[in-house]
């Protein structure tokens, strides 16, 4: 069972190129994340989707797209990436369940911009 | 809003010392506690979660129990070893109202087991 799947796992850029990564989960949930982490900072959500075709903003949305393919899938994009975009991302799942309220995550994506 | 906070470490202990790493929870709501774990170079995984109030969290030697009177889901093993060191994030989502469906997180203790 593999979970939440993202890619790639290490990736650099230069100032103002862009790029998207991908995520897909197998475990048939409804709400899917992008999460940052920064040292010192946690974790902060960029952008979620609570179902399919929605998508709505968290805390740091400024500078990233979203698009929710289907169920299973979640990309994040940098249309023109800048080193404060320099960071760790992770994507993250969850089935809307009352009784199961786990956010299971991806392995994380190593991302410098230069 | 709805926040978490946990104590900053970094936290360094001995081997088979007692464990506590401290967190308090701010919510308009009913929210689920978790605990998360992160070894060093890798992703994100539970360690533990309470659903509801006095529920008792459990995993590899750790637990937390859901104190809504104080707020609080505190994390404790009773003898650390050096295979524990990595970074601990408290979090919570809501179960319904507030931000519900999403994550938040404390900023995370790392601890440092030395043999």
């Known amino acids: 069972n593999a979970g939440v799947t993202q890619t790639p796992k290490f990736q650099v850029l230069k100032t103002g190129q862009s790029m998207t990564l991908q995520c897909a989960q197998d475990?048939?949930?409804?709400?899917m994340y992008w999460y940052r982490q920064d040292p010192g900072m946690g974790l902060r959500l960029i952008y979620y989707?609570?179902?399919?075709?929605?998508?709505d903003k968290g805390e740091v949305p400024n500078g990233y797209n979203v698009s929710r393919l289907n169920k299973r899938e979640f990309s994040l994009r940098l249309e023109s990436a800048a080193p404060s975009q320099t960071s760790v991302y992770f994507c993250?799942?969850?089935?809307?369940?009352?009784?199961?309220?786990?956010?299971?995550f991806g392995e994380g994506s190593w991302l410098t911009v230069v | 809003g709805d926040s978490v906070t946990q104590m900053e470490g970094p936290v360094t202990l001995s081997e088979e010392a007692f464990l506590t790493i401290n967190c308090t929870y701010t919510a308009t709501g009913y929210p689920s506690l978790f605990w998360y774990v992160q070894y060093p170079g890798e992703g994100l995984q539970l360690l533990l979660k309470a659903t509801k109030a006095d529920d008792k969290g459990s995993n590899k030697g750790f637990e937390a129990t859901y104190r809504k009177e104080t707020t609080s889901f505190h994390l404790e093993k009773g003898s650390v070893q050096v295979s524990d060191s990595a970074v601990y994030f408290c979090?919570?989502?809501?179960?319904?109202?507030?931000?519900?469906?999403?994550?938040?997180f404390g900023k995370g203790t790392k601890l440092s087991v030395k043999p």
């Open positions: 993250a799942s969850r089935i809307r369940d009352r009784e199961e309220n786990t956010i299971y």
């Open positions: 475990m048939n949930h409804n709400s």
């Open positions: 979090a919570l989502i809501m179960n319904y109202g507030g931000s519900q469906g999403n994550l938040i």
């Open positions: 989707s609570a179902s399919e075709g929605t998508t």
